[in-house]
């Protein structure tokens, strides 16, 4: 009789372990973050865009500088050839803030379980990977093509940095962002940076990008090198 109490009482145990597992396991929501990327149809964000390209051209040094908006609309959606949905992307420019908007660029984005996928100009970026974790890296630009064209994206190691964390950028107050480091790579004749900063429930919120070259080992960045450019886009509105 004991016997068979004991085996009913470890039956019982074991049941209730079992139940309680399956019900922590039920509890446990991993949040991949998508929202630091929204897909809603509408969505928009607006930037100030400064624009610096450096020139030698002998005898002369050219340096133009352009200065101009640009918004970017989440404006439809299709399915691409592997029958994965996609979001239209409509690229606005203007040369400031009096003048009306113009179609620019037409690019596309889509959202996989662990990566957010951007072309430009038919290039295309794993810009995001989900979920994220601080210091994580990947290669963003496995999907570039290898050839001489697309030298400047050759190398790139895409790392997370300053995850969640709050954040005040040109008069908005952000709860939580992070950064995406693209490329961080410099010697004495070249310099190659790109990083991102995204904020949840907004997008890129924040873009610095530099590809330059100098023949001067004693010449200094800041006084300007022989061929490169130096981009900064700042987010000046959004919904």
């Known amino acids: ?8 009482l470890l039956t019982f145990s074991l049941l209730v372990f079992v139940q309680s597992c399956s019900n922590k396991k039920d509890d446990f929501n991993l949040d991949y973050n998508y929202n630091y990327y929204p ?25 133009d500088t352009v200065r101009y908006q640009l918004k970017e609309v989440v404006a439809d959606t299709f399915y691409d050839n592997e029958n994965e949905l996609n979001y239209r992307l409509e690229l606005f420019r203007r040369p400031d803030a009096t003048a009306g908007w113009s179609i620019w660029k037409v690019w596309n984005v889509k959202q996989t379980t662990t990566t957010l996928q951007k072309n430009e100009d038919d290039i295309r970026f794993i810009k995001l990977v989900f979920p994220q974790t601080d210091g994580e890296t990947w290669n ?77 080992v004693d010449k200094d960045w800041q006084e300007g090198p022989e061929t490169g450019f130096r981009i900064r886009m700042t987010i000046i509105d959004h919904n």
């Open 1 to 8: 009789m004991l016997k068979h109490f004991l085996l009913a």
């Open 140 to 216: 963003g630009n496995i999907y570039v093509p290898n050839t001489t064209i697309y030298d400047i994206f050759k190398n790139w190691t895409y790392r997370y940095s300053n995850l969640h964390q709050p954040l005040s950028l040109n008069g908005f107050n952000f709860d939580s962002t992070l950064v995406v480091n693209q490329v961080d790579d410099e010697n004495v004749i070249e310099k190659k940076l790109r990083k991102e900063i995204y904020a949840k429930n907004v997008g890129m919120i924040y873009q610095e990008w530099e590809g330059m070259k100098k023949q001067r």
């Open 39 to 63: 897909l809603t149809t509408g969505h928009y964000v607006t930037y100030n865009v400064d624009s610096i390209s450096y020139r030698f051209n002998n005898p002369n040094y050219l340096r």
